[in-house]
């Protein structure tokens, strides 16, 4: 076919993996604090002439700060255990009980950051050698430094966010076993014809809702391993075995009648126990933020390659949706990220509709172009918008988080 | 010398009579730096005063420390291959060659030419009788010259045959019935490879490695000219910047994810490990005897999707590696060389090493104990055509058997390793029987054409 391959990928499209990627998103959201590098404080006016990062030395007896009182903004403390049990650190409201912030896990020996914005007030800043009993405590006091402080009302902005993320997780995971049903059935029947065309719009919402659905890590690879992920003896299931099935290579055997309908009934009851289990799923703004991040990564990773769909090629359905799912993600958390930080939420709109735009060209009647049909250049250029796109996606946790 | 193939030449026998080239390794070859010390004593009118002056010094030196003995020379003879547990060098050049012929007596002939090749490459001087520029002024120098003037750079060159030098079409080749070791297995096919066949195998693999890259460069470019209408190349692969450290008087490098690479590995001060875990035996049948001293090279390109992992926050990029990025602790904690702890739990009880991190699947603990000796490299090869660096890690490990030593661990990491599942991809693989070193006067491998 002409135009399929781009000139300097020479690599065979074999599909590339991703599983349990929410897993890290789970982990990471145990403690809601990202920790960058940002060292705010150390820029704010009004600091001290031995500015940097707010030190904190933690032994089993001790928890030494560095300063008792800094100006508002972003503060980061650097956290050393120089004890020989694991550490963590609080910084607490005045009332010792809220906590603003904390650092779990940190191992003796390291080092670890928490940066956080906290308005000025009384605070109280505690370490907990070993992580248990209430920690040694001291006042802390961060002054006004003049410095907008983010609005009383951004946490409700936040929680509103994730409330409607995971109202359209649960919207497209039931649409998601209804689209599965018709397929299975079409698929198990023998409706090679219609089974084919129901195929890549049914799986636009498992792929919109990807993070979360990876993150059952014993349902995701039987329901979207590729031919390449399997291990030798692993049994083949879900909707890429299908596919091989509906989009035959050169010298494929078919499968029979009893094969095909054994492989309709597996793909819908795990799809119904996904259904099932993404119901009672707890979601949370870095967990939108990086489940966003995580859908362009996965874009960039397998459907602008076209590696994911290799024998159907349907690669477009599938990054219409990643790049729903993320957009979806973003503007829920878009009413607090405008508070934090305005021109990421400016420069992101742009972005979403910049490569929406670029796929819109590609659009075909209620799908798009097969990926063999796109040019190299047209490949490239949906390429560089997605990373155009990635690269501020991925500051979108760490600005709503902080 | 012209239409002459390298060590092809009758040379003479002590019996006076011809013979094909078994050479000694001081018989040819020129000393690169030698070649213009004596340019610089001679005075060569065009050479000007500084460059005179330099080079007179260098002759100076060459006095006092032949080339062969320098500092910046690995002997290439001895018990075992040098280029495995030699202090990594900065820079590789890995090729591995299809052999092209049947002809047995042709094969012994090439590695004869170059063991030749390699011993004076390997000390510093050229290839060939006549060299870069010494020969007859109507034929192409047997020398390809941009090493001229370079040190030897360490440069060592490590031989192994991979599986498909023994049998090709399920018959066997060069009358090596019988003789490809056990542990010479096909590697079995790993989950998310990505293999692509021009990257993958080959019957003869050369792993060049140098502190200067032309050096490198010149010693394979020299091998496969010597070994045209035998062999031909099928894949190979630059690296730069070692990631492993093989001696304890290295500190440990990065690799392109930015953390400490190598860490744990096997050193060369290691006698006993090296014994359990890198150096082969004799194996279980008489045919395989020849590998006992010698070791298995497992070679993977990793690609790795740096642009993605650049977009990873500090958080998820060391829990995926299980160290810290900074000093390369293990995040139980301490510092760089503390013994990870696997089984210290943080306040949400989960390790504080995660389940499926990088750190914790490849290290021998969770591996019945087994080590291996890394000595790979980071490579970039230009870009993908879609605006990503082709880059990533060529990932070359010794080990003394890879069905216990390297398979099981890499079937581990396939399936489990968050990092492997999320930012690498390997696209080339092989596997090589190395044999044991060669003693002055012998050729590699011939304990196995024995």
Redesign the interface.
């Given at each position: 076919m002409p135009g399929t391959t781009l000139p300097k990928i020479t690599l065979p499209k074999i599909a590339s993996r991703s599983r349990k990627s929410l897993a890290i998103v789970a982990a990471a959201a145990a403690v809601p604090m990202v920790l960058t590098g940002c060292t705010d404080n150390t820029k704010s006016p009004g600091a001290s002439a031995s500015a940097g990062p707010i030190q904190v030395t933690s032994t089993k007896t001790e928890c030494k700060v560095s300063t008792g009182s800094v100006p508002s903004g972003n503060l980061s403390f650097a956290v050393k255990n120089e004890g020989t049990e694991i550490t963590e650190f609080y910084l607490l409201a005045e009332d010792g009980l809220r906590i603003v912030g904390e650092v779990e896990n940190i191992g003796p020996g390291l080092t670890r950051n928490l940066v956080i914005t906290a308005p000025a007030g009384k605070y109280t800043t505690a370490c907990k050698p070993g992580m248990q009993g209430d920690g040694i405590r001291a006042a802390f006091e961060v002054t006004d430094s003049g410095n907008k402080t983010v609005d009383a009302d951004f946490q409700k902005l936040v929680d509103t966010g994730v409330q409607q993320y995971t109202a359209y997780v649960k919207d497209q995971t039931e649409q998601l076993v209804t689209g599965t049903k018709a397929f299975a059935d079409a698929y198990a029947a023998g409706d090679a014809s219609k089974a084919r065309e129901l195929y890549a719009a049914t799986r636009m919402h498992w792929e919109r809702i990807e993070p979360v659905a990876e993150s059952f890590g014993d349902l995701d690879p039987k329901l979207d391993a590729r031919e390449a992920d399997l291990e030798p003896g692993q049994e083949w299931t879900g909707w890429h075995r299908a596919e091989k099935d509906l989009f035959p290579p050169a010298g494929y055997t078919a499968l029979t009648a009893t094969e095909r309908a054994k492989i309709a009934t597996q793909l819908v009851a795990d799809t119904e126990e996904l259904g099932k289990r993404t119901r009672t799923v707890v979601l949370s703004a870095d967990k939108l933020g990086n489940g966003a991040k995580e859908l362009l990564d996965e874009v960039a990773r397998g459907k602008v390659t076209g590696e994911e769909e290799i024998w159907s090629h349907t690669d477009l359905w599938d990054f219409q949706a990643n790049v729903d799912g993320a957009r979806i993600a973003f503007e829920n958390l878009k009413p607090a990220l405008a508070q934090k930080d305005a021109a990421l939420a400016t420069s992101l709109d742009e972005k979403f509709a910049a490569l929406q735009a670029e796929l819109k060209k590609h659009a075909k009647g209620d799908g798009f172009a097969y990926y063999t049909e796109l040019s190299p250049a047209e490949v490239q250029q949906l390429a560089a918008l997605v990373d155009a796109l990635g690269e501020p996606l991925s500051k979108l946790t760490s600005a709503v988080v902080l | 010398m012209s239409g002459c193939p390298f060590n092809h030449e009758p040379a003479e026998a002590p019996d006076g009579g011809t013979q094909p080239a078994a050479v000694g390794p001081h018989r040819r070859g020129v000393s690169r730096r030698g070649l213009f010390s004596l340019a610089g004593v001679g005075g060569v009118g065009a050479v000007a005063g500084l460059a005179a002056g330099y080079l007179s010094h260098d002759a100076v030196a060459a006095v006092a420390a032949p080339a062969g003995s320098g500092s910046n020379v690995v002997p290439f003879y001895g018990e075992r291959q040098a280029g495995i547990i030699t202090p990594t060098q900065d820079r590789l050049h890995m090729a591995a060659f299809d052999v092209t012929i049947e002809d047995r007596a042709a094969v012994i002939q090439l590695l004869k030419d170059w063991t030749a090749a390699a011993e004076a490459m390997t000390t510093g001087r050229t290839t060939g009788a006549t060299g870069a520029v010494d020969g007859s002024y109507d034929a192409p120098p047997e020398d390809t010259g941009e090493a001229l003037d370079l040190a030897a750079g360490k440069l060592t060159l490590t031989f192994g045959f991979g599986p498909g030098l023994f049998e090709k079409d399920l018959k066997p080749r060069f009358g090596l019935e019988g003789r490809r070791p056990g542990a010479l297995i096909d590697l079995?096919?790993?989950?998310?490879?990505?293999?692509?066949p021009?990257r993958t195998g080959g019957d003869i693999v050369v792993q060049a490695c140098a502190d200067d890259p032309q050096v490198a460069v010149h010693a394979i470019r020299n091998l496969a000219r010597i070994g045209f209408g035998k062999v031909r190349v099928r894949w190979s692969q630059l690296g730069f910047g070692r990631t492993s450290s093989t001696s304890r008087a290295q500190a440990t490098a990065r690799n392109l994810f930015g953390f400490k690479d190598g860490t744990a590995n096997l050193k060369s001060e290691d006698a006993a490990p090296l014994d359990e875990h890198v150096w082969a035996t004799a194996g279980t049948h008489p045919g395989e005897a020849w590998m006992a001293g010698g070791s298995y090279l497992v070679s993977r390109r990793i690609?790795m999707?740096i642009?993605?992992w650049d977009?990873?926050?500090?958080?998820?990029q060391e829990?995926?590696i299980g160290r810290?990025k900074?000093v390369g602790?293990?995040?139980?904690?301490?510092?760089e060389f503390?013994a990870p702890d696997f089984a210290?739990k943080?306040?949400?009880g989960?390790p504080?090493i995660?389940i499926?991190s990088h750190v914790r699947l490849a290290h021998a603990d969770q591996n019945n104990g087994v080590k291996m000796l890394r000595r790979g490299y980071n490579y970039t090869d230009?870009?993908?055509?879609?605006?990503?660096l082709d880059a990533g890690l060529f990932f070359i490990a010794f080990v003394k058997d890879p069905r216990t030593h390297y398979v099981p661990m890499q079937?581990a990491m396939?399936?489990s390793d968050?990092l492997a599942?999320?930012y690498l991809?390997h696209?080339g693989s092989g596997l090589f029987a190395v044999p044991p070193g060669i003693k002055a006067g012998g050729f590699i491998g011939e304990g196995l054409f024995a």
């Open positions: - | 079995p096919h790993f989950p998310g490879d990505a293999l692509q021009e690609r999707h642009e993605i977009r990873t926050s500090l958080r998820e829990g995926l810290t900074g602790a293990p995040l139980s904690g301490g510092e503390t210290i943080g306040r949400d989960e504080l995660p499926d230009g870009s993908d055509g879609l605006g990503h079937m396939a399936k968050k599942l999320e991809k696209t």
